[in-house]
């Protein structure tokens, strides 16, 4: 196993009766990646990711996330990452200070700590006239830069972002993948699944999943270069419908 590598997935299968939802999916990301996850509806994303993340176990295969076995160390796993979703994030009828601080708990960080986090935060995402506001009066796309960052709260070396920003306007979106960089250029592993091909052209490397398997991984250029196209777009298209 590479030390260097924060995920290492080998021949990782989960099958749900008779149907395979992932199908010996293999693959790596280094430290300090940004990693895009793509595959359309029901490609089985979700069900990799839940598998990496240590809530739903593998049917077979093996796969670690920051050195630990997701499924003997499924504990040390979760307090190793961050993890934000779409679906999942904020309590809407929190203000964003107590959001931060119910998730600082959460994640067992001291009182004095979560202080001290709360203002840098703050500060950080020039929040201070909505620090007492409630989260459910925030635009969608601010929702989900605070659920970023409270997702960063106890440090974590690997951040895994489901569809962080479905549904955000195009310059959030741009805001968001800012704040995406500056997580990476400070040695943090993203793992990002997303459904807008600007945003696959932005990571180091994609993987592109089509029914359980994945068909093609490689950096945007290397795809666009072996598919002979000039988008990412063009790129998933071709995979995910098959077109030849
Ligand atoms: N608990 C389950 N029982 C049975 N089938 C399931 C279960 N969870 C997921 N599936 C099926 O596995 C397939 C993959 O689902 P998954 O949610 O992983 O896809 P996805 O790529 O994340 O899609 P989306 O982009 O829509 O979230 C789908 O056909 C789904 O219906």
Redesign the pocket.
Known sequence: MNKENAITVKDLTKT??A?T??NNISFEVGRGEVFGFL????????????MLIGILKPTSGIATVANFDVISHAEDVKKSIGYMSQRFSLYNDLTIKENITFFGGIYGLKKTDIKVKTQELIEELGLHDEANKLVGALPLGWKQKVAFSVSLLHNPQIIFLD?PTGGVDPITRRQFWEMIYREAHKGKTIFV?T?YMDEAEYCDRVSI?VE?KIEALDTPKNLKTQYKVDTMNQVFLKLARNIE
């Open positions: 749900f009766g149907f939802a992932v595959g359309a509806n029901g490609a089985g994303k979700t069900t990799a990711m839940k569809e699944t459904h999943m359980g």
